[in-house]
């Protein structure tokens, strides 16, 4: 089966990043310029959109390859990682919430 050419979320994380960035120079060139106000609006949303790109980073956990061990416990959950294309279990801790994911 043929990869898509974006199946991986890398090169859209690049190009956001490149955005924020071009968001941010335009704020600059802005402010150079004498347009305090509208340098505002470029900072405000090129922050945001790089903030918003490093919380996602953060927010997803990375899937394992070996069982989590004691006090986890197997859920019926399983799916079809993109990037990999193999099947993922997902393991609970029952006393916290905190969940894992475990390739098979």
Do not use: H, N
Request: glycine fraction near 10%; hydrophobic fraction near 40%; proline fraction near 5%.
């Amino acid at each position: 089966m043929a990869r898509l050419l974006f199946s991986s979320p890398e090169p859209m994380r690049k190009g956001l990043i490149t955005i924020g960035v071009l968001i941010l120079v335009l704020g600059i060139a802005a402010l150079v310029s004498g347009l305090v106000a509208s340098s505002y609006i470029y900072f405000f949303w090129g922050l945001c959109l790089l903030a918003l790109i490093v919380f996602e980073r953060f927010r997803y956990k990375k899937i394992t390859g070996k069982d989590p061990g004691p006090g986890w416990q197997r859920t019926t959950e399983r799916f079809v990682d993109d990037e990999t294309g193999k099947t993922v279990t997902v393991y609970i801790k029952p006393d916290t919430g905190e969940r894992t994911y475990v390739q098979d």
